[in-house]
């Protein structure tokens, strides 16, 4: 943190609220594998998995939220700093940080190492253990950086090391972190089960599989239906062992029929989520231009996460569409495309700083009162965030972007596109919340949220509308006219 970064900031209404949620602590028990279950998690994802996301996946219903995978020595290298303002604490490398995370975080966190060796593994989650609340082991990434140094997808196939590391950690570590493995599927049933016995026997409170090969891509589809048979295996080991699937879980009500089909404890979303953070909700955010990225932008420059990290997370976000415009998309993808620095993108997210982004985070986590909810079990599920924009900011985002669209004489604009969208989905109908059912964020709506049903959490005051509303463009300028 530089003093530079800190003159950078500027008052905002909220900024004294995370100021004393940045000093707030959340007491929670530690971990247990019931904890890894009933939930929607959000996937371990190198660049794309960086705070701002975690933060967002968990206000709109991530159960659990996995770090970017961390090599071990990288962090054992790097030096520890905590920003006195907004509490990020920061894993610093050379030129930058290697990873940040926020105490709020921490209940749900769970850090994710990559390494080939026991000693180095426990040393790098001893380094990171007051800040999380699990380590995780990948034994998943078929990427030559990680294999070729005999960490991720290696493991498969060097199970005695796997297993090593794993039980070095469990033995090293204290009871209140937990230990956990993201694996892949082994090209044949047998040996999968036969590598999962000895990593249910290591003490892990939870294994997560993601069901592809480490030969198959990205974009074949996962093998869900083989771990209906390894979800009974591990029940009939008689430990207690959370089951995660993973691959191709688009979302909450994806999640609910791919556990029904395996029978696993919760589902693992990366690709889906990586797209739109919100896909957690049972009614994610659409028409994220207006609706999410202003936020998004907002809250990064608020946690000083760093610019190259959020236009990068930023340009990967494509929501559904309901009342966007072929002209606010490109003009938001045009302005994120063109900016070097937070600064470039004030006409578009408003010049202040995110601190009003990151109290309602902090709100949304708070409201869950010490249980990791939200669950996906319930027949009636909970909402489980508060509104992060009002519709005032969205309109006067859909505005800039249109100004913006205008200004740049984008194609669409000239092909004089700028008819509302149709949702394009290529998933069956009922897999998919239907983008115009009610949204827990209404971006659009500036009327109180009210509760769809008594078994609803209460609805937070910020979410009612009684809290201060974060200034706007449109009222920025009509108080300095
Ligand atoms: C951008 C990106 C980065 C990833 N980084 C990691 C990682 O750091 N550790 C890991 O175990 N898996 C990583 N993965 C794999 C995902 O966690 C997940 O296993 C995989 O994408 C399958 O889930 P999906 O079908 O929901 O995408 C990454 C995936 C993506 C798309």
Same mark, same amino acid.
């Given at each position: 943190?530089?003093?530079g ?7 905002s209404?909220?900024?004294?609220d995370?100021?004393a949620a940045?000093?707030r602590k959340?007491e929670?028990?530690p971990l247990?594998?019931d904890?890894y279950r009933?939930?929607?998690?959000l ?6 998995g960086a ?5 967002f996946?968990?206000?709109h219903?991530?159960?659990l939220v996995w770090g970017p ?5 990288a962090?054992l290298?790097?030096?520890?700093v905590e920003?006195p303002?907004t509490?990020?604490v ?6 930058k940080?290697?990873w940040t995370?926020?105490?709020?975080e921490?209940p ?5 190492i990559?390494s080939?060796d ?5 040393q790098?989650?001893?380094k990171v253990m007051?800040d999380?609340?699990g380590?995780?082991?990948n034994c998943?990434?078929p990427k030559?950086?990680?294999t ?6 290696a ?9 090593s590391i794993?039980?070095?950690l469990?033995?090293?570590l204290?009871p209140?972190?937990?230990v956990s ?5 082994l ?7 036969r590598?999962v016995?000895?990593?249910?026997g290591a003490?892990?409170s939870?294994l997560?599989?993601h ?6 891509r990205p ?6 239906e ?5 979800v009974?295996?591990v029940?009939?080991?008689?430990r207690d ?6 691959g191709?879980?688009?979302?909450y009500e994806?999640?609910k029929?791919i556990r029904?089909l395996?029978?696993?404890d919760?589902?693992?979303?990366a690709?889906?989520a ?10 994610p955010l659409?028409?994220?231009e207006?609706?999410?990225i202003?936020q998004?932008?907002r ?13 990068f997370?930023?340009s990967?976000?494509?929501g559904e ?7 606010t ?11 070097k620095?937070?600064? =470039?993108?004030?006409? #578009? ?6 601190a009003? &982004?990151?109290a309602?985070? !902090?709100? /949304?986590i708070? %409201?869950?009162?010490?249980?990791r909810?939200?669950?996906?079990d319930?027949d ?5 965030a508060?509104?992060?924009s009002?519709?005032v ?6 505005d800039?972007l249109?100004k913006?669209a205008e200004?740049e004489?984008?194609p669409?604009a000239?092909?004089g596109?700028s008819a509302?969208?149709s949702?394009?989905?290529?998933q ?5 919340t239907p983008v115009?059912?009610?949204s827990? =964020?209404p971006a659009? #709506?500036?009327?109180p949220?009210v509760p769809?049903n &008594?078994s609803?959490?209460? !609805?937070? /005051?910020?979410v %009612?509308?009684?809290d201060?509303?974060t200034?706007t ?5 009509a108080e300095a006219?």
């Open positions: 943190m530089t003093p970064n800190l003159a950078r900031r500027s008052p209404p909220a900024a004294s995370a100021r940045k000093r959340l929670y028990p247990t594998p904890d009933n939930g929607v998690m996937a371990p994802m190198v660049r794309s705070l701002p996301t975690r933060l996946a968990l206000k219903g991530a159960k995978e961390i090599v071990d020595k962090i290298h790097a030096t520890r920003d303002v509490g990020v920061s894993y610093m490398g050379v030129s940080a290697i995370t926020h105490p709020i921490k749900f966190l769970i850090y994710q990559g080939a026991p000693a180095l593994a426990v790098a989650a001893q007051h999380v609340a380590v995780d082991l998943g990434c030559p950086f990680s070729h140094a005999g960490m991720g997808a493991l498969l196939t060097n199970p005695d090391l796997l297993i794993l039980t070095a469990r033995a090293a204290p209140h972190i937990a493995a993201k694996i892949r599927l090209p044949t049933q047998e040996d999968t089960l590598l016995e000895r990593i249910v003490g892990v939870c997560t599989v069901c592809r090969t480490r030969s198959m974009r074949d589809r996962a093998r869900v083989r771990l209906e048979e390894i009974r295996f029940r009939s080991l008689g062992v959370a089951v995660i699937e993973n191709d879980c688009e979302g994806d999640a029929r029904k395996t029978g696993a919760s589902c693992m979303i690709t889906a990586e797209a739109n953070p919100t896909v957690f909700s049972p009614r659409v028409d994220l207006t609706t999410f202003p998004y932008v809250l990064g420059k608020y946690l000083d996460n760093h610019f190259s990290s959020t236009k997370c930023a990967q976000f494509r569409h309901a009342q966007g415009t072929r002209t998309q490109t003009a938001m993808k045009n302005a994120i495309t063109h900016a620095r937070y600064e =470039d993108l004030d006409a #578009l997210v408003g010049p202040w700083t995110g009003h &982004e990151f309602q985070i !902090v709100q /949304a708070e %409201a869950r009162a010490g249980d909810q939200p669950k996906v319930d009636a599920p909970t909402d489980p508060p509104a992060p009002t519709a900011e969205a309109a006067a985002a859909a800039a249109a913006a200004q004489n984008s669409a000239s092909d596109e509302t969208l949702t394009a989905s290529s069956p109908a009922e897999l998919k115009q059912s009610h827990p =964020d659009l #709506l500036r009327a949220l769809a &008594e609803r959490l209460p !609805v937070p /005051a910020m %009612a509308g009684e201060v509303p200034p463009p449109t009222q920025q300028m006219a």
